[in-house]
């Protein structure tokens, strides 16, 4: 089983609409989550992190976490053409600092 | 407020040559963390540094690869004899302290071309 893994992409979405993207994990001890975007050919930037059960809001971003599920998932609301890129789930192990990611899923927001 | 950096963006070597990648944190970051991006596929850990000390290596193959984070200057990924494998982007990532809820900042990446 792999440390993380996200659906598989790619994800194509009309402009407006929601993109949902989902993450599991398996070290049950993970206390902490994060998601980046990487557009193509660029460096990997932090949108959201996530330490406690619930949902978290930033903007037009929410992140979901569910410990007993270990399951994290990220919604992008009101979609823009600018939201197009890949999105990455990426856990460390318990306390550790060596991120683990998901292969990344790949959003496509049509104009 | 200078972000991670990296130099170079791109470097091209040819099969047997030595590439020197460069990072200097955050200011203020005090740890360093390398990821390597091969093509379509995600990044995998390679090393974890503070001033002075190589913390994990774990990730990082046992030959021709090193790193180093010394006390004054940035930290330097080294590839000796490189070979068409190692074609990848290399991130470079800081953060102000560690543990699994520190936010890792990453660099703009080299992306290396073995010829």
């Known amino acids: 089983q792999k440390e993380v893994e996200q659906n598989s992409g790619p994800l194509s979405v009309p402009e407006g609409a929601i993109a949902s993207l989902n993450c599991t994990y398996s070290d049950r001890g993970s206390q902490s989550f994060f998601w980046y975007r990487q557009y193509s050919g660029k460096s990997p930037e932090l949108i959201m992190f996530?330490?406690?059960?619930g949902d978290k809001e930033d903007g037009r971003f929410t992140a979901q976490l569910n410990k007993a599920s270990q399951y994290v998932s990220l919604l992008i609301r009101d979609s823009q053409p600018s939201d197009s890129a890949t999105y990455l789930c990426a856990v460390p192990r318990g306390n550790d600092y060596k991120l683990s990611f998901g292969a990344g899923t790949t959003v496509t927001v049509r104009a | 407020n200078a972000g991670v950096m990296q130099n170079p963006r791109h470097l091209v070597r040819r099969r047997g040559q030595e590439a020197r990648l460069r990072c200097s944190p955050v200011?203020?970051?005090?740890?360093v963390y390398w990821y390597r991006q091969l093509p379509e596929e995600g990044l995998k850990f390679m090393v974890y540094?503070?001033?002075?000390?190589?913390?994990?290596e774990s990730g990082m193959p046992k030959e021709r690869f090193s790193a180093e984070f010394p006390k004054e200057g940035p930290s330097i990924l080294r590839i000796q004899q490189v070979v068409r494998g190692d074609s990848a982007a290399y991130f470079c990532a800081s953060s102000p302290s560690t543990g699994g809820t520190d936010t890792q900042y990453f660099g703009p990446g080299t992306r290396l071309t073995v010829l």
């Open positions: 996530i330490y406690s059960n």
């Open positions: 540094l503070q001033k002075e000390n190589i913390i994990d």
């Open positions: 200011k203020g970051h005090s740890h």
